[in-house]
């Protein structure tokens, strides 16, 4: 696992600062002449006026003059037609100037509503892109659009910063209690379980009861504490491999659920990153831990998938599922933190975590992981 990062602060930056590679948010270049600059600037109502206005006077200008020439040497019976040609033409004419003037006005809304859905789809590198000509509240809009956008992926990366260095802690913290339940109280464990060997063989009835009861229960305790470190970081995991550690730990669980508890391994066996390969086994482990706790599964199967450049981790039982939104939301049952806690994992290296259940149709947990993603990750966090 990654050492913990050390705490870092970014300095502040200006409010309208740009992200490398965005489109830039500013005011479109000086470029045209003046009087066009002034036309661009101008709201996009009274562009619309100036464009109507422009169109009734030259139409009744262009109209009148041509109307007078022509009827001077038509008879008196074809000036209706001509009239009505010339006010079906203006029609025509005031249509296609306010669609191009409106088309161009309305692309930076169209750019916007881009922006908003890729946002809502999770795209938070999304921009809205400068349009020369458009309104220039709009412009404003966008700008500003782009500017909360930049302070929300700022705040986003400082929170996942902060959240991976809270599991690296965390994770941590877990390796050095499992060193030290390993190390200091196993082997007291251990240690006192010789002694009360050795006492049972005293020549003494009672004497030999009681060294028998305590190792016993001494038994019982260093399995125990075995166990616990076990959970809280498995020497496999660091020393075999993601494949060894999800085996030893499907057989741990199949013996303490008393179910069978399928394990089934695809794609090359090499080593992954050790952080993908700590998320992978965190996640499955949580998966267990809420069969163990509340799924009353008859069977449960766990599905590991490596390819060239991504891998893939499944876990679904046939127990009594739940609903995901609800529990979450609600924790009734103590789901929602450890389901929170799969998915920030998995996106600290780059990857989505999915969870399908229904009442009575069982639960699957799918975590999927971009090798690449990964292994850039890795590299920027430190190595395992």
């Avoid at 149709?361 to 430190?382: H, K, M, N, V």
Wanted: proline fraction near 6%; glycine fraction near 8%.
């Amino acid at each position: 696992m990654t050492t913990p990062l050390a705490t870092t602060f970014t300095q502040e930056q200006p409010y309208n600062r740009q992200r490398p590679g965005s489109a830039v948010t500013g005011p479109p270049a000086r470029t045209g002449p003046a009087w066009l600059r002034a036309v661009n600037r101008l709201p996009l109502l009274v562009k619309v006026l100036i464009a109507n206005a422009m169109i009734v006077v030259l139409g009744a200008v262009a109209g009148t003059r041509t109307t007078m020439i022509l009827t001077r040497s038509l008879a008196e019976g074809t000036a209706i037609p001509l009239v009505l040609a010339f006010a079906g033409l203006g029609v025509i004419l005031s249509l296609l100037v306010n669609y191009v003037v409106l088309r161009a006005a309305f692309r930076p809304l169209t750019n916007l509503e881009r922006v908003a859905e890729a946002v809502q789809l999770g795209d938070l590198t999304a921009r809205a892109e400068p349009i020369p000509g458009g309104d220039p509240r709009i412009a404003h809009l966008a700008t500003t659009f782009n500017r909360t956008l930049d302070e929300l992926e700022r705040d986003r990366a400082e929170l996942r910063a902060m959240a991976s260095q809270v599991i690296n802690a965390q994770e941590e913290e877990r390796k050095r209690i499992a060193r030290e339940l390993h190390d200091d109280t196993a082997q007291i464990l251990f240690a006192q379980l010789l002694r009360l060997t050795a006492l049972q063989a005293s020549p003494n009835d009672e004497t030999r009861a009681t060294a028998a009861d305590l190792e016993e229960m001494t038994v019982d305790a260093l399995e125990g504490v075995r166990r616990l470190a076990l959970e809280l970081r498995p020497p496999a995991l660091d020393d075999l491999g993601l494949h060894a550690a999800l085996a030893d730990l499907a057989q741990r669980f199949g013996e303490q659920l008393g179910i069978p508890v399928e394990i089934t391994t695809r794609g090359p066996r090499g080593r992954l990153p050790g952080e993908v390969e700590l998320v992978l086994y965190r996640v499955a482990q949580e998966a267990l831990t809420n069969v163990a706790k509340h799924a009353a599964a008859s069977r449960v199967r766990i599905d590991l998938e490596r390819q060239a450049a991504d891998v893939t981790l499944a876990i679904d039982d046939d127990g009594i599922g739940f609903d995901p939104k609800q529990e979450t939301a609600r924790d009734g049952r103590g789901l929602g933190l450890g389901l929170f806690g799969m998915a920030e994992r998995v996106s600290l290296v780059g990857g989505t975590c999915s969870i399908w259940s229904r009442p009575g149709r069982g639960t699957e947990i799918f975590a999927f992981i971009p090798l690449a993603q990964a292994w850039d990750s890795t590299t920027a966090t430190g190595p395992s």
